[in-house]
């Protein structure tokens, strides 16, 4: 059998892309001498004699196509490289001293490097806003693996941190308390998922005064565009 300190769970999505496996030996009547092993994304592919060897029963995973370090039995070193995320499954076989070979394992191990996809922000990017000096503000993101980490995610407006007004999985809000001023503003969203995965957006967008002689708080028929560019605008 094959288990993973690493990678305990089959079912499950790691950060974590060095993978740690431990083979336990089959019983055999000579002693197992070793075992061939192979890595890919194919879950029905066996290894065989020209597969990769190694006589320890502890296997740590650095890179892609079974090109792995062996390391002692015991040893919990880690790699500074690894596998590129996605499902990832490692094959074994056992040959006892006589040449013999066992049947044929394998043991599925998922990776995800990649943190949540912000897929729209509000104001658009460059967007020039007529209407309002208090826009929403919001970002919209998923995360296709584990999920977003809700309690993650952060907000700044013109390099500090503010509150959002509302948060959930896929959204966050938040509405200025006071009006902003003429010219570009600048927003950031960082955010990370259930297995730690970081991710942030930035982006800026312009409040500029109406075109009709200057923003005098009168908001009715004002428009967000970004086409229509005003003469006296900061």
């Known amino acids: 059998s094959i288990n993973s300190s690493t990678h305990p769970n089959q079912n499950a999505w790691y950060s974590q892309n060095t993978s740690l496996f431990e083979f336990t030996p089959p019983f055999d009547d000579s002693g197992v001498k070793g075992y061939y092993y192979l890595i890919d994304n194919d879950p029905n592919r066996l290894p065989d004699i020209y597969s990769l060897w190694t006589a320890n029963s502890m296997l740590n995973v650095s890179s892609m196509g079974g090109s792995s370090r062996v390391v002692a039995n015991g040893s919990n070193e880690t790699l500074a490289s690894g596998l590129p995320a996605g499902e990832w499954y490692l094959h074994v076989i056992a040959m006892d001293n006589v040449g013999n070979l066992g049947n044929a394992t394998s043991y599925l191990f998922k990776i995800d490097t990649f943190g949540p996809a912000v897929s729209s922000v509000s104001p658009d990017y460059n967007a020039r806003i007529y209407s309002t000096r208090t826009p929403v503000i919001s ?4 995360d296709t693996q584990v999920g977003v980490n809700v309690s993650s995610v952060r907000l700044w407006l013109d390099g500090g941190e503010v509150t959002p007004d509302s948060v959930n999985s ?12 003429n010219g570009v503003h600048n927003a950031t969203i960082y955010i990370q998922d259930s297995s730690g995965n970081p991710s942030n ?3 800026s967008f312009r409040i500029a005064p109406f075109c009709g002689g200057g923003f005098d708080g009168v908001e009715t028929d004002f428009v967000i565009t970004s086409s229509v560019v005003c003469q006296n605008e900061v």
């Open 139 to 142: 970002a919209e993101y998923s």
């Open 170 to 181: 896929t959204i966050v809000t938040y509405t200025p308390s006071s009006n902003l001023s």
């Open 201 to 203: 957006v930035s982006w």
